[in-house]
């Protein structure tokens, strides 16, 4: 990414150009916020009813070192296993929030895993980059466990990020396991590069350095994401409504995927916004729902009413 318009921009226009809330169009930003907040506590709590799961599975020492596993008891062993890491700005919202991703997922015949992880201020970005990994080496283990068929990544917005950092791991070097059981990713509103977060108010709680966003930037480890990433799917997508910074961001990290040869589509999600491309994933008609179901080789089945039999 050679675009570093931003380095002549103010701490004001830095904020602007990566608050999502100020780009939609569905109300003012606070507005935004608490329709967000509101409408994800219903929706997930009422997937955690409704489907079979297992909350708070820990894989690691720390207390938000956890796990949440839909369908894993309901799909058979050889499901493939769809992993989401939520965003936030590494700062605010939790795994809970997005329960309702599992729904369709679940429905297409995907055991679907949420993780957390330790969030600033009371971890730096290299501590959640650590956990994230370390949250990954124990699904690889789980996913080897059964025998799944493959592990899809899928992160948005902050989580964007910490997915795509995984993308650049040599499992086999970390937890004896091929990196090949990794076959995709689907990454939504993501941010590639931390250095422009570097400057404005959303690094406050961080306290990165320019060096450390660097260090931990898909774009810094872009060879290693090519390299293990020779047969896998990788898709990127970004709402219409989001910031401009994030499309640019979205489509120059395509950009380098597709010219190293890497199988791989940018979308651009039309009339929604940044809350919006994750929320709507509950629709099984929904095109990011369809294009991750549709990576995985899933069709919505008829399984709907056995998951809700064995929900606990």
Not at 15 to 24: C, M, V
Not at 201 to 220: F, G, H, Q, V, Y
Not at 292 to 311: F, S, V
Request: proline share 4%.
């Amino acid at each position: 990414m050679n675009n570093e318009s931003w380095r002549n921009w103010s701490r004001e226009e830095l904020d602007y150009q990566y608050t999502p809330s100020r780009w939609s169009k569905q109300g003012t930003p606070d507005e935004v916020i608490k329709h967000h907040q509101q409408w994800q506590a219903k929706e997930a709590k009422r997937v955690r009813e409704s489907i079979e799961c297992e909350l708070n599975i820990s894989y690691g020492m720390a207390d938000d070192q956890k796990l949440d596993i839909f369908g894993a008891n309901t799909l058979p062993r050889e499901s493939p296993i769809f992993v989401f890491i939520h965003g936030g700005y590494w700062q605010v919202m939790t795994k809970e929030d997005y329960s309702y991703i599992a729904l369709p997922l679940t429905k297409a015949g995907a055991v679907t895993i949420l993780m957390e992880y330790t969030r600033a201020p009371k971890a730096n970005m290299g501590t959640i980059v650590s956990e994230v990994k370390q949250g990954m080496s124990y699904i690889m283990n789980f996913a080897k466990r059964r025998e799944s068929c493959g592990v899809y990544l899928c992160g948005h917005s902050a989580g964007g990020q910490l997915a795509a950092i995984l993308l650049s791991m040599d499992w086999m070097a970390e937890c004896m396991i091929p990196s090949s059981l990794i076959k995709g990713a689907l990454l939504i509103s993501g941010i590639y590069d931390l250095r422009p977060l570097v400057p404005s108010s959303i690094n406050d709680p961080l306290k990165m350095t320019e060096a450390t966003a660097k260090e931990n930037s898909p774009i810094t480890v872009m060879k290693d994401i090519i390299k293990q990433s020779k047969s896998r799917r990788i898709e990127l997508v970004v709402a219409d409504e989001d910031p401009a910074e994030l499309r640019r961001q979205t489509d120059e990290t395509w950009q380098v995927l597709k010219h190293a040869g890497i199988s791989s589509n940018s979308t651009l999600i039309p009339g929604v916004d940044h809350f919006g491309v994750v929320e709507n994933i509950i629709q099984e008609s929904f095109q990011v729902t369809q294009i991750a179901i549709e990576m995985m080789g899933l069709n919505i089945g008829n399984i709907d009413q056995e998951l809700k039999d064995t929900a606990v």
